[in-house]
């Protein structure tokens, strides 16, 4: 008896069976805007004035976050220094209250703040190093060299 009620419900064909795909759309575009919201977009504003040099090995960094942006030009003896917005640093103080004002919000969101230090390439090395100086005083002692890379 068990059999026969077997064989008659699975031997009708006419009763074919489909899945309803609309649930699982709704949930790939569910995902979809969930993944989108909480992407951060991360974006350098560069200085089209300063002119990076050029480096045979560079590496394209692959974490953004964190960065503290600060332009180094070397055209004067004293060089001079603005941070990501264009606005001009004056002194070590205002470089060092810069890196502090950014290290807390960096901290704040989680992020490990690092130097961003894109460097003229007419600027000589001593104005890098007073912007490090300046940034290690705010706390900050992970510095990335902005330059341009080349096919190897």
Request: charge should be neutral; avoid cysteine.
């Amino acid at each position: 008896m068990a059999s026969s009620k077997l064989r008659d419900s699975t031997s009708s064909g006419e009763d074919d069976l489909k899945i309803d795909m609309s649930p699982m759309i709704d949930m790939v575009f569910l995902l979809l805007l969930f993944f989108l919201v909480n992407a951060t977009i991360i974006v350098v504003k560069q200085d089209p004035n300063v002119n990076p040099p050029v480096a045979f090995n560079s590496r394209v960094a692959k974490d953004g976050n964190g960065r503290i942006v600060v332009n180094v030009y070397g055209g004067d003896k004293e060089g001079s220094f603005t941070n990501e917005a264009k606005q001009p640093l004056e002194d070590d103080e205002a470089i060092t209250t810069l890196v502090k004002e950014q290290k807390e919000k960096n901290d704040l969101l989680g992020y490990t703040s690092k130097l961003h230090l894109r460097g003229d390439r007419d600027a000589v090395f001593k104005f890098s190093r007073k912007v490090i100086k300046a940034a290690a005083k705010g706390g900050v002692d992970q510095v990335v060299f902005a330059v341009y890379a080349t096919d190897k």
